[in-house]
């Protein structure tokens, strides 16, 4: 599981703070810390990262134990890497202690609202006076200006406001949301883009940069067809589901077995005759109803319908592949167990084995979506624990003496846990499966990947 880092990482040497919390930008921090950045995740003694809590998610094996807020699955996904620093902001020492940091880093990153990052008197123009180089990212629902600028935001009603739930949903029902926090993660990766971008600037010019990322307006760069059509005085798209305006047939199919479904699409008429010898319909390969896509628009409902019927009693999988050999894109509909067995994905590497502390061991973890065939980005280490690294970088970073660590710790400036943890507690495990918000529990998980109990492949 160990990796020895190749020569040359592209943010081997940088140092990143990051004061954020929940999804967008503290994923932001771990790719970082995947591309060889060190990353210092600065926690408030006093406000947990949701992340850290059941909130988002059961804890690994269900199991909160003594320290729940070191067990979330889905903290350790998007902060693996990092370092823990746990600093009240609150307090003009460690506010201090920042500006300390930030005179020995490369990037900050911070998501509160325009107004806190100011009143601590940290905001870019003061830190850049420590900091000429320092590039900056300041993640918000609206941005750090205009007359929304204040207002509160999170995933679920961004994806409204930003217009995509217009558009996403059935026929005759209402906007449906597309996914969970679905605009964080779109604000992630235009954050790293944006990040590389000053990055490249700095590395030419010595000077710094305040990245200032509205998460609001990315959502406008997923809807173009219907803007330039509202430009154009055309009609507006109508929703249609999981369907394509022009090609038929295009949707998702339910196949065999539980809740198993196969997404096809046919984009021209080539297809079409692949698809109908295969379903054992060859006559309307001629068949002027439907051997046109602009014919088979007109008929949509049906065939939608004859070719539910023919998949019905199909596996999904083995279905997918038989249509991907006649050139028909399809797939099955995947679930997360699924995935993590997925032996294209394996042979890919993107689930990668982190070894954790006991009693959690090793477990997989997501990649990044693409390789370096020259670098060797790698998930460097799992989560840290909540103010795990407090002595280290206050010691060995910032030169403090013992004395003015534990002056600090007394002060509770730095802490070794939170002040308000929340509640821990397991997921109610038969309740969730019987409301189908976990379908299914594999005890014997850990075979099923392939792994033995130390965690390494078989």
Same mark, same amino acid.
């Given at each position: 599981? &160990? ?7 592209? =943010? ?14 503290? #994923? ?33 094996? !269900? ?10 699955? *889905? ?8 370092? &823990? ?21 490369? *990037? ?22 420590? !900091? ?49 926090? #679905? ?56 929703? *249609? ?11 998702? #199919? ?5 809740? !198993? ?57 083995? =279905?997918?592949? =038989? ?46 979506? #693409? ?21 280290? *970088? =206050? ?64």
């Amino acid at each position: 599981m &160990s990796h020895q880092d190749k020569a040359g990482l592209p =943010l081997a040497g940088m140092r990143v703070l990051d004061l954020s919390y929940v999804f967008a930008v503290p #994923y932001m921090g771990g790719l970082l810390s995947d591309l060889g950045a060190e990353v210092i995740k600065i926690e408030a003694p006093h406000r947990l990262d949701q992340t850290r809590g059941r909130a988002f998610g059961p804890y690994i094996d !269900n199991d909160p134990g003594e320290k729940g807020w070191n067990r979330s699955g *889905i903290f350790q996904v998007l902060n693996r890497g990092k370092q &823990s620093l746990v600093l009240d902001l609150g307090q003009e020492a460690g506010r201090e202690v920042l500006r300390e940091l930030v005179a020995k880093s490369d *990037i900050v990153l911070e998501n509160f609202t325009p107004r806190v990052m100011r009143k601590w008197n940290c905001h870019y123009e003061e830190l850049c006076k420590v !900091n000429p180089a320092l590039i900056m990212l300041s993640n918000t629902g609206y941005g750090g200006t205009g007359p929304w600028s204040a207002f509160p935001s999170q995933g679920t009603t961004l994806e409204a406001t930003m217009g995509i739930t217009q558009y996403s949903g059935y026929r005759g029902d209402k906007p449906w949301k597309v996914g969970q926090s #679905y605009p964080d993660f779109l604000a992630c990766w235009t954050g790293l883009n944006a990040l590389f971008a000053a990055l490249v600037a700095c590395r030419e010019s010595g000077k710094g940069q305040h990245i200032d990322l509205g998460m609001y307006q990315v959502g406008a760069a997923l809807i173009p067809e219907p803007m330039l059509m509202h430009q154009l005085g055309q009609p507006e798209p109508e929703r *249609i589901g999981n369907e394509h305006p022009e090609h038929v047939p295009d949707n998702l #199919y339910r196949a065999s077995g539980v809740d !198993n479904w196969l997404a096809l699409s046919v984009t021209d008429d080539a297809q079409w005759a692949s698809l109908v010898r295969l379903m054992g319909r060859p006559e309307l390969v001629e068949d002027a109803r439907f051997a046109h896509e602009s014919a088979r628009r007109e008929r949509r409902d049906a065939i939608n319908a004859m070719v539910a019927e023919w998949v019905r009693e199909q596996d999904a999988q083995t =279905l997918a592949t =038989l249509l991907q050999t006649h050139g028909i894109a399809a797939g099955p509909v995947l679930n997360s167990r699924d995935l993590l067995l997925d032996p294209h994905l394996r042979q890919r590497g993107f689930h990668e084995l982190v070894a954790h502390p006991a009693p959690i061991g090793v477990r997989p973890l997501v990649g990044r979506p #693409y390789r370096l065939r020259n670098r060797d980005a790698h998930i460097k280490k799992p989560a840290p624990g909540f103010g795990a690294d407090n002595q280290r *970088i =206050l010691a060995d970073t910032l030169g403090y003496t013992r004395e003015r660590i534990d002056a600090l710790q007394s002060e509770g400036v730095i802490r070794d846990e939170p002040l308000n943890p929340g509640r821990c507690g397991s997921l109610d495990l038969e309740t969730a499966l019987r409301l189908g918000t976990i379908v299914a529990v594999d005890p014997d998980y850990y075979s099923k990947l392939g792994l033995d109990p130390q965690g390494e492949r078989k």
